[in-house]
């Protein structure tokens, strides 16, 4: 099955503003998620189970997103990473940052586990940030602000390759996803001279922008 014969899902992927108007959107509701949740909180870890589903921000974030996007991943592959606003952020600070080379010890995950298992630990069982929402906003400002810090430090997707624990299990959730990413005409890939979907001069720019991960189409398996 081929999604790209389908007409409007198409020209989506063929607009030069996607995923940039998607994640713009994203962001957008990633603020009011944070405004939402900021001034709401409580010690009581018994009114925290009401508010786990009474306020808004934390019932979207908690009981609406998360099993979306695990959903999404499974059926259709990490597409959550094409519009995820800290990807964007992260994008915009690598555009002024100092675009530094990712170290060796950054790309065998164990930044990831540790990351992943503290915020299980700490954030779910220590802080319930899935019960109180000023907690659930401060986690979120947490992601965006080492996503903006990583981002003016290293190149490309240093955050969403080597940090974000959401990529990473949705990364492990796509495995079982019936959809891929294929080449329908590898002949198109081989007879490319400027080879734009990969050319480090296009990774910064604000539309049209090259794969930052370089996964060259021809060569994914």
Request: aromatic share 12%; hydrophobic share 50%.
């Amino acid at each position: 099955m081929d999604l790209l014969k389908v007409r409007w899902i198409n020209r989506v992927f063929h607009s030069r503003w996607f995923p940039l108007v998607p994640q713009l959107v994203m962001l957008a509701a990633f603020g009011l998620l944070v405004a939402g949740g900021i001034g709401v909180s409580t010690d009581d870890m018994a009114f925290a189970k009401v508010l786990r589903n009474t306020n808004l921000a934390n019932l979207v974030v908690w009981s609406y997103w998360w099993p979306l996007v695990i959903v999404g991943a499974v059926l259709l592959g990490r597409v959550w990473c094409m519009v995820c606003p800290i990807e964007l952020v992260s994008y915009l600070a690598g555009r002024i940052g100092l675009r530094r080379k990712v170290p060796d010890w950054f790309g065998n995950g164990w930044i990831i586990t540790v990351f992943y298992a503290l915020v299980l630990i700490v954030g779910i069982h220590g802080l319930a940030i899935h019960r109180v929402p000023r907690r659930m906003a401060f986690y979120l400002l947490m992601l965006l602000g080492l996503a903006v810090v990583v981002g003016l430090i290293y190149e490309k997707r240093a955050f969403c390759s080597y940090i974000c624990p959401v990529g990473y299990l949705l990364g492990l959730y796509a495995l079982v996803s019936p959809l891929e990413w294929r080449v329908r005409d590898s002949s198109v890939c081989r007879d490319c001279k400027t080879k734009d979907c990969v050319a480090k001069k296009n990774r910064y720019r604000l539309t049209g922008r090259s794969c930052t991960s370089g996964l060259y189409p021809a060569a994914i398996q």
